[in-house]
């Protein structure tokens, strides 16, 4: 079993950033890949970024390329989405998730077992 607790979320002006974090426990943090996805109202959720078990790989959905950053510190069995330049449509709740069954990041919801709660971005024009 796998636990995951997201933070960090909140509203802020178009062009602020944010930083999420998602704590995670319960099984060896380092072993698994962790992902990002986002979904708004009446939209399905939708891939973000995710990363590998070492950090060595991201990916990114070409909708925040360049404007979000994935990163990891399996110390702290923590992954973080660095969220800069952010417009209204990154409006969503976030959820981070992990990939148990692997160590290389996909960008397939299905392929995540594990899910958290969620956390609340708005970004306001």
């Known amino acids: 079993q796998v636990q995951l607790v997201e933070s960090g979320g909140g509203l802020v002006q178009a062009g602020g950033s944010l930083r999420l974090s998602c704590a995670a426990s319960?099984?060896?943090?380092?072993?698994?890949?962790m992902g990002w996805f986002r979904q708004a109202p009446g939209k399905e959720r939708e891939f973000v970024a995710a990363?590998?078990?070492?950090?060595?790989?991201?990916y990114y959905a070409d909708s925040v390329k360049a404007r979000f950053t994935i990163s990891r510190n399996n110390a702290k069995n923590t992954v973080y989405l660095q969220m800069n330049s952010l417009k209204p449509e990154d409006t969503a709740v976030y959820y981070c998730?992990?990939?148990?069954?692997?160590?290389?990041?996909?960008?397939?919801?299905?392929?995540?077992?594990?899910w958290g709660q969620g956390t609340q971005v708005t970004v306001s024009s």
């Open positions: 319960g099984r060896t943090f380092s072993n698994y890949a």
């Open positions: 990363i590998s078990w070492s950090g060595g790989s991201t």
């Open positions: 998730a992990a990939e148990t069954t692997s160590s290389i990041a996909t960008r397939r919801a299905g392929d995540y077992d594990y």
